[in-house]
């Protein structure tokens, strides 16, 4: 059994592929170039590799793809230029999300499979009275409306919450959120929540991409981690000593 990890050239994805490599874990990768992806990494034995655009790929194709996979990982996301923002495909995660969910089921497997979505705190897990305040509100309603990859994630998370829901027989899913994204040498403590602690825009914490990839590493492998969190979105955060 191995992992699939979507997203996998980005500053996260990549730092998962290393981690589960490391451990010894068998991973398959969809990448749209290997430019940006680590040269240490391309020639891994336990490592599959298909260049390609994941909405470019054939119903066939991705029913292929999942095949042999007891955990699917979306780290998508969209560049930040003028044309990774505002330009097609506009619903890059979300259809990804729809697709890959969708090779899954036609693939009935005998277990389900886990699949984990990158996320951000902007957005709020409905399924929880999340409150946030009036002024939050209206910079969120203006990110909706300037900014489409805001929209894509929520509809992604949306997609999984609702359309997947809590009890479906094929697959279970959790939705991480992680404050704004800084680089780190290392894993450092960090702290995980079911909902978020703080303001996403006035006061926003900050998580280290290594332990994002370190926490989404232990919901793949951890069954009792898996089973606290599965269903839900949590917010992980650096810890304020770390």
Same mark, same amino acid.
């Given at each position: 059994?191995?992992?699939?990890?979507? +997203?996998?050239?980005?500053?996260?994805?990549?730092?998962?592929?290393?981690?589960? @490599?490391?451990?010894?874990?068998?991973?398959?990768?969809?990448?749209?170039?290997?430019?940006?992806?680590?040269?240490?990494?391309?020639?891994?034995?336990? @490592?599959?590799?298909?260049?390609?655009?994941?909405?470019?790929?054939?119903?066939?194709?991705?029913?292929?793809?999942?095949? +042999?996979?007891?955990?699917?990982?979306?780290?998508?996301?969209?560049?930040?230029?003028?044309?990774?923002?505002?330009?097609?495909?506009?619903?890059?995660?979300?259809?990804?999300?729809?697709?890959?969910?969708?090779?899954?089921?036609?693939?009935?497997?005998?277990?389900?499979?886990?699949?984990?979505?990158?996320?951000?705190?902007?957005?709020?897990?409905?399924?929880?009275?999340?409150?946030?305040?009036?002024?939050?509100?209206?910079?969120?309603?203006? @990110?909706?409306?300037?900014?489409?990859?805001?929209?894509?994630?929520?509809?992604?998370?949306?997609?999984?919450?609702?359309?997947?829901?809590?009890?479906?027989?094929?697959?279970?899913?959790?939705?991480?959120?992680?404050?704004?994204?800084?680089?780190?040498?290392?894993?450092?403590?960090?702290?995980?929540?079911?909902?978020?602690?703080?303001?996403?825009?006035?006061?926003?914490?900050?998580?280290?991409?290594?332990?994002?990839?370190?926490?989404?590493?232990? @919901?793949?492998?951890?069954?009792?981690?898996?089973?606290?969190?599965? +269903?839900?979105?949590?917010?992980?955060?650096?810890?304020?000593?770390?």
């Amino acid at each position: 059994m191995s992992t699939l990890i979507v +997203g996998a050239s980005g500053a996260t994805g990549h730092l998962l592929v290393e981690e589960l @490599l490391n451990q010894g874990q068998k991973v398959k990768i969809v990448v749209r170039s290997l430019k940006s992806f680590p040269n240490k990494m391309k020639s891994h034995a336990n @490592l599959s590799i298909i260049e390609a655009s994941i909405l470019d790929m054939s119903h066939t194709e991705m029913f292929t793809l999942v095949q +042999g996979c007891h955990a699917i990982v979306s780290c998508l996301g969209h560049n930040l230029t003028l044309r990774g923002i505002y330009g097609k495909p506009r619903r890059l995660v979300t259809d990804a999300v729809f697709r890959l969910c969708n090779a899954v089921c036609e693939n009935e497997p005998a277990e389900p499979i886990k699949f984990i979505l990158m996320n951000t705190t902007g957005n709020r897990n409905n399924d929880l009275d999340e409150r946030i305040s009036f002024g939050q509100k209206c910079i969120i309603g203006l @990110l909706r409306l300037m900014l489409p990859p805001h929209v894509d994630n929520e509809k992604a998370a949306n997609y999984l919450r609702t359309k997947i829901g809590q009890d479906h027989q094929q697959i279970q899913w959790v939705a991480v959120r992680p404050d704004s994204l800084t680089n780190a040498e290392r894993v450092t403590d960090y702290e995980v929540f079911e909902s978020p602690t703080r303001s996403a825009i006035f006061d926003a914490g900050t998580t280290s991409r290594l332990n994002v990839a370190d926490f989404m590493a232990k @919901l793949i492998n951890s069954d009792k981690t898996w089973d606290a969190w599965k +269903g839900k979105m949590p917010v992980i955060y650096n810890s304020e000593s770390a």
